[in-house]
């Protein structure tokens, strides 16, 4: 491979990476953070309006974000496949499908997780010690 080859495959494994990790969860939907800010701050009907229309456009531009950051990353992976050889990108392929994977088997364990706090247990059963 290149010197060129190498950097690009670096590059896009490293953003493959970087995307694979978990991600933080979204934030609560606009009308529910609303109703937390309402109680929080005493938030007049006029405030609440805007406060909403507010996290309504946060939530379209956070999604817009994730949009675009998938077709740049789509991008990278086009324009590496362009200088690999047949054998490279059979080999390219494999490793995109391994990462696919491994963030999907993440994706699912976050999942698998949902939910479950660990708590103080079972009562114990009681005993009958006479003593």
Do not use: C, F, N
Request: glycine share 4%; charged share 40%; no cysteine.
């Amino acid at each position: 491979m290149t010197p060129r080859t190498l950097l690009l495959t670096g590059v896009l494994l490293t953003a493959v990476s970087a995307y694979a990790q978990d991600p933080p969860p979204p934030p609560p939907e606009p009308k529910e953070r609303t109703e937390r800010l309402t109680k929080a701050l005493d938030l007049t009907a006029d405030q609440q309006v805007k406060v909403r229309a507010i996290l309504e456009k946060a939530e379209q531009d956070r999604a817009k974000l994730k949009e675009d950051r998938l077709a740049k990353l789509k991008e990278v992976s086009d324009q590496i496949e362009q200088v690999l050889t047949p054998e490279q990108k059979q080999k390219y392929q494999v490793l995109k499908e391994k990462k696919k994977k491994e963030l999907k088997d993440r994706r699912q364990d976050r999942k698998d997780k949902k939910g479950r706090h660990p708590g103080p247990g079972p009562e114990p059963e009681p005993t009958d010690q006479k003593k």
